[in-house]
């Protein structure tokens, strides 16, 4: 069974910055994508930023050149670098990952969902 543990939420003011990472574990043995979502109250879940296991990265244009997502392969962990947040960055952030994962017959691609994580933004 593969998990995702998220941290470093929090509450914090316009113009600061927070790191968020997420780590997954459990019987991974191939990464396709790994990224972040977030959802405000009373919006749909949006994706923030992605990346594929080619390398390249995607960041929605709302965050684009404020927020930077990276991952370590070795860890099988992914970042999200948020810099310069603004109060409509508050939601509840969500990381992603669509991993090779399972035994045996069990053994397939599947999406990954984090537990979410906090993010205020607010003076």
């Known amino acids: 069974q593969v998990q995702l543990v998220e941290s470093g939420g929090g509450l914090v003011q316009p113009g600061e910055s927070l790191t968020l990472s997420c780590t997954a574990s459990?019987?991974?043995?191939?990464?396709?994508?790994m990224g972040w979502y977030r959802q405000a109250p009373g919006k749909q879940r949006e994706l923030v930023a992605i990346?594929?296991?080619?390398?390249?990265?995607e960041h929605a244009d709302s965050v684009n050149g404020r927020f930077t997502i990276s991952r370590d392969n070795a860890k099988n962990s992914v970042y999200l670098q948020m810099d310069n947040l603004k109060t409509e960055d508050t939601a509840v952030y969500y990381c992603?990952?669509?991993?090779?994962?399972?035994?045996?017959?069990?053994?397939?691609?599947?999406?990954?969902w984090g537990q979410g994580t906090q993010v205020t933004v607010s003076s």
């Open positions: 990346i594929r296991s080619g390398g390249m990265a």
């Open positions: 459990g019987m991974i043995f191939g990464f396709n994508a």
């Open positions: 992603y990952a669509n991993l090779l994962a399972g035994l045996g017959s069990d053994l397939a691609e599947h999406d990954y």
